[in-house]
C-alpha cells in the first residue's frame, strides 16, 4: 500500500474528475459500490482459478467475502435489477479503488505490474450489442486518452476467444492450451516458445497469429483440413468479428489508431468478444483496458450484452509526469 501526499493525491483527483467529466459529456452516468462483495459475486463468469488474487475472508456468517479487484461484476449486480424491469440500455461511469492479492513492491507494480491497490476510471455500457458498438468504444476510450493528454498511446486488439480456438484447434491438450494461454497473459514470448517446443509443436503458431491482421479478412490460416474442426470453427467465428470490427474502425477513419494482436490475452475470463489495452512509453503495463462480456449479465438473471472499459489512473499518471508519479513524496510534481 502507498500513501498519497497532497500534491500527489490532487494530482490523481484531477485526472479522475477529468474522466468522469469527459464520461459525463458522453452521457454516462457516475454509480458508486462498496470496496467489497461477496466471492460468489465476484466469481460469476469467472474460472475457479479467478478467485485466487483476491483479497478475501469470512464474514461473521462465514460467507466469503473479498476486496473488488475490478469493476464490472459489482456494476453487472447493480444493473440486473434494472434490465430485468424492461431497462434497455445503462451507460455508467465510476471512479473506485481495487484490490489484488500481489507480492509486487506496489511502487513497482503501479508501472510494471498488478499492484496491490490502484485506481480505476471507466465505463460499462450494457445493452450495446455488436460491432458497431465496439468500435464506438474504442472510439470512446481513444477520445479519452487526447482528453488527458496521454502522449504516444498505442491500442492493441483482439477476440477472447481465439487465441485458445487456435491451440485447441492444433489438438493441443486443454492443460498445456491453458499453460500456453497464461504465458500469453504474461507476454512471455520466450516461455511461449519453449512450451511450444516441449509439446512437439512444429508449427511457428507466434508467427501464424502476427500474420492474421483483420484489415485483411484473408490473411487467417486455412487448417480447415488438418485440424480439430470445431474448435477451428469456434476461432473462425471470432475472426469473422474481429474482421467486422476492423470494418468498423475503417469507416471511422480509426484503422490507423487500433492493430490487432492475436497473442493479445487476458486472464478475466467473462471475456467473450473483442478485447483490447493500450500502452504508452513510460510504463510496462496497460495504461488502460477493456472488452465486451455478453454472458456476465445472464450470471445475475438479466442477459444482456455489455462493453467497457477502464483507465489504470496511477499508470496514467506516470505517463503524463514522465514518472515522476512513482518516486518520492510528489512535492513539486506538476501535471
Request: hydrophobic letters at 45%; a negative charge; glycine letters at 8%.
Amino acid at each position: 500500500m502507498r500513501d498519497l501526499y497532497p500534491q500527489h493525491a490532487r494530482m490523481r483527483r484531477k485526472v479522475e474528475n477529468q474522466l468522469l467529466e469527459f464520461f459525463a459529456e458522453q452521457a454516462f452516468d457516475m454509480v458508486s459500490s462498496g470496496a467489497f462483495e461477496y466471492v460468489e459475486t465476484l466469481s460469476r463468469g469467472r474460472v475457479a482459478e479467478g478467485s485466487a488474487r483476491f483479497v478475501q475472508w469470512f464474514d461473521t456468517d462465514g460467507k466469503a467475502v473479498a476486496l473488488r479487484p475490478d469493476m464490472t461484476p459489482s456494476i453487472a449486480r447493480m444493473a440486473a435489477p434494472l434490465l430485468a424491469n424492461g431497462r434497455q440500455e445503462i451507460r455508467w461511469c465510476y471512479a473506485e479503488r481495487v484490490y489484488h492479492r500481489t507480492t509486487d513492491p506496489a511502487s513497482l507494480s503501479w508501472a510494471s505490474g498488478r499492484a496491490a491497490e490502484s485506481t480505476q476510471v471507466g465505463v460499462e455500457w450494457i445493452g450495446a450489442a455488436g460491432t458497431e458498438a465496439d468500435a464506438a468504444l474504442l472510439q470512446l476510450c481513444q477520445n479519452g486518452l487526447d482528453r488527458l493528454g496521454v502522449p504516444d498511446w498505442h491500442m492493441v486488439a483482439s477476440h477472447a476467444n481465439i487465441a485458445q480456438a487456435l491451440l485447441t484447434s492444433l489438438g493441443i491438450a486443454p492443460a498445456d492450451v491453458q499453460s500456453l494461454l497464461d504465458t500469453l497473459t504474461r507476454g512471455d514470448y520466450v516461455a511461449f516458445q519453449d512450451e511450444t517446443e516441449r509439446m512437439g509443436i512444429k508449427l511457428d503458431v507466434l508467427q501464424v497469429f502476427a500474420r492474421c491482421n483483420p484489415y485483411e479478412p484473408s490473411s487467417f490460416p486455412d487448417w480447415s483440413a488438418e485440424v480439430d474442426s470445431a474448435s477451428f470453427s469456434a476461432a473462425k467465428q471470432a475472426w469473422r468479428e474481429l474482421t467486422a470490427v476492423a470494418h468498423a474502425l475503417q469507416a471511422k477513419g480509426l484503422a490507423h489508431r487500433v492493430s490487432f494482436d492475436l497473442a493479445l490475452h487476458r486472464d478475466v475470463s467473462y471475456y467473450t468478444g473483442l478485447v483490447f489495452e493500450v500502452y504508452s512509453p513510460g510504463v510496462g503495463a496497460p495504461v488502460a483496458v477493456g472488452g465486451r462480456y455478453d454472458d456476465l449479465l445472464a450470471q445475475f438473471g438479466a442477459p444482456a450484452p455489455a462493453i467497457g472499459f477502464t483507465f489504470e489512473v496511477e499508470r496514467v499518471l506516470a505517463v503524463l509526469t514522465e514518472g515522476a508519479w512513482l518516486h518520492g513524496d510528489g512535492e513539486g510534481s506538476t501535471c
